[in-house]
């Protein structure tokens, strides 16, 4: 039996896959238009990509105005620093990424923190703890754009995740052809029967679109929808996506 994650009045592991809307804005005014339109938006979570922030390198003013985006949302709030290697907008030094995350966790606010899988073990220990110790989950998380691993590849990480001391266990894949959305689906499934947390699961793109709404028939606890500028290949836009799961139930 999959254990359930609690944030705010958001419970990921039962029923329905939750809706994850992602900010992208790169300055404080326009990440923060956007949380009020977020705010409004059919959707569960929000996902601040603080990777796309211009200010992302001064982490005191990431901490700051984490406490504005929070409180412009009014729903529970995931911080994300996306490395480049795993997709995301800026490269930067190990030890700044951990810095940012610990002023975060230190003097801002947030209810889940994003943390990559292949990062230095010890940090991401310390960080893990540290998030613990200030009331926040963690989603440990691991993306391929160029390919989908193996089944027995992608049920390691996820279980690689678990042994680390994530609260949430995420992977994303890229697909070269429909086989490999069916890899990532029966790994998710396969998954889903041994694991202690909830899965966030995706095949990327337009070829793995379907996975990013079958959730709760294969093991995925939440799905991504895009607001306006999606933040990965393959969003559905949130307008749609609640319609979409609601005719996937199960019961």
């Given at each position: 039996m999959t254990h359930t994650v609690t944030v705010g009045n958001v419970t990921l592991g039962e029923g329905r896959p939750k809706i994850i809307v992602p900010l992208v804005g790169k300055t404080a005014d326009s990440i923060l238009e956007a949380a009020e339109q977020a705010r409004d938006l059919d959707c569960d979570l929000i996902e601040w990509r603080i990777d796309f922030y211009e200010e992302v390198e001064t982490p005191q003013k990431v901490a700051a105005l984490s406490h504005q985006v929070k409180q412009a949302v009014q729903k529970p709030l995931l911080v994300t620093f996306r490395?480049?290697?795993?997709?995301?907008?800026?490269?930067?030094?190990?030890?700044?990424?951990?810095?940012?995350?610990?002023?975060?966790?230190?003097?801002?606010?947030?209810?889940?923190?994003?943390l990559e899988l292949f990062m230095p073990a010890e940090e991401v220990a310390a960080t893990i703890e540290l998030a613990h110790e200030n009331g926040v989950k963690?989603?440990?998380?691991?993306?391929?754009?160029?390919?989908?691993?193996?089944?027995?590849?992608?049920?390691?990480?996820?279980?690689?995740?678990?042994?680390?001391?994530?609260?949430?266990?995420?992977?994303?894949?890229?697909?070269?052809?429909?086989?490999?959305?069916?890899?990532?689906?029966?790994?998710?499934?396969?998954?889903?029967?041994?694991?202690t947390r909830?899965?966030?699961?995706?095949?990327?793109?337009?070829?793995?679109?379907?996975?990013?709404?079958s959730g709760e028939a294969f093991g995925s606890a939440a799905t991504f929808g895009a607001a306006k500028q999606a933040s990965a290949p393959g969003q559905v836009p949130v307008s749609v996506l609640r319609e979409i799961l609601a005719t996937l139930k199960l019961g």
């Open positions: 490395t480049k290697k795993e997709g995301g907008e800026l490269e930067l030094p190990d030890d700044q990424y951990f810095a940012i995350y610990k002023e975060v966790l230190t003097q801002g606010v947030a209810d889940l923190l994003d963690v989603v440990m998380c691991n993306h391929d754009f160029d390919a989908t691993p193996s089944q027995e590849e992608i049920v390691r990480r996820l279980s690689l995740m678990e042994e680390k001391g994530a609260d949430i266990c995420k992977i994303a894949v890229m697909p070269q052809s429909n086989k490999d959305v069916l890899t990532l689906l029966a790994a998710t499934a396969e998954m889903k029967e041994k694991a909830p899965l966030i699961t995706m095949s990327m793109g337009a070829l793995g679109m379907v996975s990013r709404v």
